[in-house]
């Protein structure tokens, strides 16, 4: 499969997370790619046949400007200047494509997350292919990943690799 990671990040963990899923999936021999949202291709190259789309909670969703500020206020190095919600508004549909969402937070799985607000947003842009995928829990004491989330994450990243993308996983939109 070609993979095209998507991952926005204020602190540093959602890029952990992607980079260890990204070796999971380079480790069963895939070929991925991973961009920081702000530098993420508008249209989905016509090789890629798995999109994972990562960003982490703010306020149970994913970030807005105001939140992605706030972040800033609370001491992280930069805010991208657009967000997963903005790149999804930009980026053209792909119908058909794989799609899976992942988030980092630091509540528990009971709560709503990015990665379920992302998987809602590309569906209704129209990647119907869009399901939520996994949460990565962050220490809230230390702001950096919990214990085992890296092992995790490349864990799921070896699982994403038996995903079967089917034909239409190549398929160029038709609308
Ligand atoms: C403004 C703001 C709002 C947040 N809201 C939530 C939230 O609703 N639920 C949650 O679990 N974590 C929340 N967090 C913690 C973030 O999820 C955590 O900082 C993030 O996972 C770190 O990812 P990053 O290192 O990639 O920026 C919030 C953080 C900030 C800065």
Partial sequence: ??????CESSFGNTRHVAEAIGAGLARRGHQVELYPVERAPREIPD??????VGSPTHNMAMTTAETRAKAVAEGAPTAPTIGIHEWIDLVTPRRALLVRTFD???TGAFLPSAARDAARALKSNGFHGAKTG????????TTGLADGELQRAHEW???LADLDPGPAGTTPPTT
């Avoid at 090789?47 to 994972?52: I, N, P």
């Avoid at 996994?134 to 004491?141: C, I, L």
């Fill in 157 to 159: 990243g070896m699982a």
């Fill in 104 to 106: 980092t937070r630091t």
């Fill in 47 to 52: 090789d890629v046949t798995l999109l994972l």
């Fill in 1 to 6: 499969m070609g993979v095209l990671i998507v």
């Fill in 134 to 141: 996994q949460s990565f829990q962050v220490d809230p004491r």
